[in-house]
């Protein structure tokens, strides 16, 4: 029968009891064991097999019913957060702690390349050069904010963007009443003025963002040629996209350190070449190129960062990194303001990279990865440099972890690339449920700051670009301290849910309720006003923006957890990735100007619904060891929200229950009677 083979391959006799259900639902010793063949032939196809880890025996070593060694590595090698990190001093060492900081140092350097298109090509104010006297300043006051992306040819009718071009506008009326020379401010144009606007050779630029000059005036990016803006905004979100895909292939077969010092040699080579463009086409392509580079940056320190802390420490050192890449938004503004042209500003945004070549002689390889992809020789070099920097003692390895090391030395390496994932069975839908999570909260968070800063008119802070721009940042700011206080206890799965549910609601409340408040206000008896649904919907803009913010950041850190050891970079590139697919759709929603803003948020709405329902699936890795291999990652499996009451029979069984048959294997002994108590799935009725 195919119960007896079951149960024959998983080593149980008839009499077997049924075992305990391990922590994060992974199977016991000799289930899993048995599913090693299996799941090396449907994770891995026709290449190098992978082990799988079963679990440790409460004491601490493997268990009595484990494979041999001649089979798989040591279990306590594979043991990292177990075994390794605890020889070596855990995060109290000195060398850790170093190496931690030297990942955080480069985050004010990734924030200031991050956010600098919101500098380098801001769409300024223009008008025509030489078009008479008083010409200027009538251009100056009625140009506006850039915010009117209806018609980028035209002059908005928007107030001024800043009190002095208001006193200026205010002078040139005075004069005008006067008598003066100063003709008076021309009335707000229609669509002819427009096109006679842009048919002017040369303009003149009014750019808010505290530089002289930016890459929009240096090719005059104007009128017909605005769309080229759009372009060179997507080149850095596509190279970022292209970037974390690649690089982090490339990091799980390589490894990480290699990934991480070639992207910054070739970052400082196409950024600086970036500040020497030519012409828009020149700055669009090396701007690819360097956000591809820079993808490998990111990915290979988050990576990092997180193989080198314990299970407690993982999410307030990321936490860290983030506050330090914010620290570099915040001080963007004063960075534009002291260099004054964008060519300056690129090089000094490139030029902090130089200080990571460094890093070549300072930060070595990943010992956790070297561990899980059997590398013990290079291993065994790198624990010597560890315990050499910590003044670890020989005699503080209580586990006997070198001695078992010195036995696997012969043993050769086994690399697993990403795409090995799609035989499994759980792994892949953890991954593609947090893909699609990334991918929701950046979309929907455009959706909601420009829903927030298209009341700028009717709210004059907002029509400021530092007020918006700072507005964005604070938000971010108060999102990642939030997640802080909810994560710690809720956890990462309840978080998660959380700030999608918030999401959600903040969507769903604008589409709708505003709608319907709109409706009311066109009755004079209503009591409603405009003013009234723009207070809501800056409100809900809010609220969203902060949630949305918190779902995307929270998504790659999940994922950065969850995700094996051997494949941990290829996994956070896949979600990364999604999270720029969705930031993609600002720009492709400003080439079109606006048009289907109102179904883009529609569909990002409906993802939010389905990705409340898809977080339920995923497992909770608070306080989890990282899982090494892919067999772990397999059996990372999810648990229910909430405990089970005393006495109450799950309607899941768990792994061990599915696969203990003993019940119905006496029954079929017996002449198919199932003995008294028993029940169909084998289970002792209560």
């Not at 000195?94 to 200031?112: D, R």
């Not at 330090?324 to 001080?331: D, H, N």
């Not at 593609?432 to 829903?451: D, E, K, P, Q």
């Not at 918190?550 to 956070?572: D, K, Q, W, Y």
């Amino acid at each position: 029968m195919a119960i007896d083979r079951r149960r024959e391959a998983a080593g149980g006799g008839p009499g077997r009891q049924p075992a305990p259900a391990e922590e994060n639902g992974s199977l016991p010793p000799g289930d899993a064991a048995a599913s090693a063949p299996l799941g090396g032939r449907a994770g891995l196809g026709g290449g190098a097999e992978i082990q799988p880890l079963p679990p440790l025996h409460p004491g601490g070593g493997p268990h009595p019913s484990c494979c041999s060694a001649a089979a798989a590595p040591s279990l306590l090698l594979l043991d990292y957060d177990g075994s390794v990190l605890p020889f070596l001093g855990g995060l109290g060492g000195g060398y850790q702690k170093t190496l931690v900081l030297l990942t955080w140092i480069p985050a004010l350097f990734i924030g200031f390349s991050q956010f600098s298109d919101s500098f380098l090509l801001d769409q300024p104010n223009f008008w025509c050069r030489g078009a008479g006297k008083g010409t200027e300043l009538a251009g100056i006051t009625t140009s506006g904010r850039w915010g009117n992306m209806s018609n980028w040819t035209s002059l908005p009718t928007t107030p001024f963007s800043t009190a002095s071009w208001e006193a200026a506008g205010n002078r040139s009326n005075s004069s005008s009443a006067d008598g003066g020379d100063t003709p008076p401010l021309p009335s707000p144009p229609d669509k002819g003025d427009n096109a006679s606007n842009c048919d002017c050779h040369a303009w003149d630029y009014g750019i808010r963002a505290g530089l002289v000059q930016n890459v929009v005036s240096k090719w005059d990016l104007v009128c017909d040629n605005a769309w080229k803006v759009h372009i060179a905004k997507f080149s850095l979100l596509v190279g970022l996209i292209f970037g974390y895909l690649i690089t982090g292939c490339i990091a799980d077969w390589v490894g990480r350190r290699p990934v991480l010092l070639f992207s910054i040699i070739f970052i400082l080579i196409f950024g600086l070449t970036v500040a020497l463009s030519v012409n828009v086409t020149m700055f669009s392509t090396l701007r690819f190129f360097e956000g591809f580079c820079l993808a490998g940056i990111i990915l290979t320190l988050y990576a990092l960062r997180i193989e080198l802390c314990p299970p407690g420490k993982r999410f307030m050192i990321t936490m860290v990194a983030s506050f330090v890449a914010m620290a570099g938004q915040f001080l963007m503004p004063g960075l534009a303001a002291l260099c004054r042209d964008w060519q300056v500003l690129q090089a000094l945004i490139i030029c902090p990279f130089l200080l990571m070549l460094l890093y070549w002689s300072i930060f070595p390889e990943s010992l956790r990865w070297l561990m899980a992809t059997q590398q013990f020789e290079s291993a065994k070099r790198l624990i010597l440099h560890f315990t050499q920097k910590n003044c670890v003692s020989p005699e503080s390895d209580i586990k006997g972890v070198m001695p078992e090391l010195e036995k696997e030395l012969s043993r050769r390496p086994k690399k697993v690339c990403i795409v090995k994932v799609v035989g499994t069975r759980n792994l892949w839908k953890n991954i593609v449920v947090l893909c699609v999570n990334s991918l929701t909260g950046y979309g929907i968070h455009h959706c909601f700051a420009r829903s927030m800063m298209g009341h700028e008119v009717k709210v004059p802070l907002l029509e400021n670009f530092y007020a918006d721009y700072y507005t964005t940042a604070s938000i971010a700011l108060v999102s990642c301290l939030a997640m802080c206080l909810v994560v710690r206890f809720l956890g990462r799965r309840g978080g998660l849910l959380l700030f999608m549910i918030l999401t959600a609601l903040a969507s769903l409340l604008q589409l709708g309720l505003l709608n319907l408040i709109g409706k009311y206000s066109q009755h004079p008896d209503s009591g409603m006003s405009d003013s009234v649904k723009d207070k809501f919907s800056i409100a809900f803009s809010i609220v969203g923006m902060f949630a949305s913010h918190a779902v995307g950041s929270l998504s790659v850190f999940f994922c950065a957890e969850i995700t094996p050891t051997v494949i941990r970079c290829g996994g956070l590139g896949l979600v990364l990735a999604s999270a720029g697919f969705g930031m993609l759709t600002a720009p492709i929603i400003e080439l079109h100007n606006q048009k289907g803003y109102f179904l883009h948020h529609i569909i990002f709405a409906c993802c939010t619904l389905i990705c409340i329902i898809c977080i339920l699936l995923l497992p909770e890795s608070r306080d989890q060891n990282l899982p090494e291999n892919i067999s772990n990652g397999e059996h990372y499996t999810r648990q229910p929200l909430l405990p089970h009451k005393k006495g109450e029979q799950p309607l899941l069984l768990t792994n061990a229950e599915l696969k203990d048959y003993s019940g119905l294997h006496d029954a079929a002994a017996a002449g198919d009677t199932l003995p008294e108590g028993a029940t169909a799935n084998g289970m002792k009725a209560m």
